[in-house]
């Protein structure tokens, strides 16, 4: 970690920083549509357990690097709520198009 001396550098050294988690977020995301593919039932998509077991691995990552496990906490509940809405509207997409093909198929 660099020790900046102005504000400009603690801008350069953000923005870096974002670049750095801009990717690894987005290649999060396509394996929670990954998911939406996977799971055959609906009610599976919110899962307590799983909720909290990253929470805290987070959380422990955080602490093993001295961290601010609470700032961690928030910031993985709300990506693990927005994950959650978005492997819905793909588990909802994907299964309309399987419920749309079986009705066509019965039809002929």
């Known amino acids: 970690?660099?020790?900046?001396?102005?504000?400009q550098?603690?801008?350069e050294e953000i923005d870096r920083v974002d670049r750095l988690i801009v990717p690894l977020l987005l290649?999060?995301?396509?394996?929670?549509?990954?998911a939406g593919h996977i799971k055959s039932d609906r009610a599976t998509v919110r899962d307590p357990w799983?909720?909290?077991?990253?929470?805290?691995?987070?959380?422990s990552s955080a602490?093993?690097?001295?961290?601010?496990?609470?700032?961690?906490?928030?910031?993985?509940r709300h990506l693990i709520e927005w994950s959650i809405n978005h492997?819905?509207?793909v588990?909802?997409?994907?299964?309309?198009?399987?419920?749309?093909?079986e009705e066509l198929q019965e039809a002929q």
């Open 1 to 7: 970690m660099k020790n900046c001396q102005n504000m």
């Open 9 to 11: 550098e603690v801008r």
């Open 27 to 34: 290649e999060r995301l396509t394996y929670i549509a990954q």
């Open 50 to 59: 799983r909720i909290e077991d990253v929470v805290n691995k987070a959380k």
């Open 63 to 76: 602490a093993v690097m001295g961290g601010n496990q609470v700032y961690i906490e928030d910031i993985y």
């Open 87 to 89: 492997e819905f509207v």
């Open 91 to 101: 588990w909802d997409d994907v299964n309309d198009k399987i419920d749309q093909n």
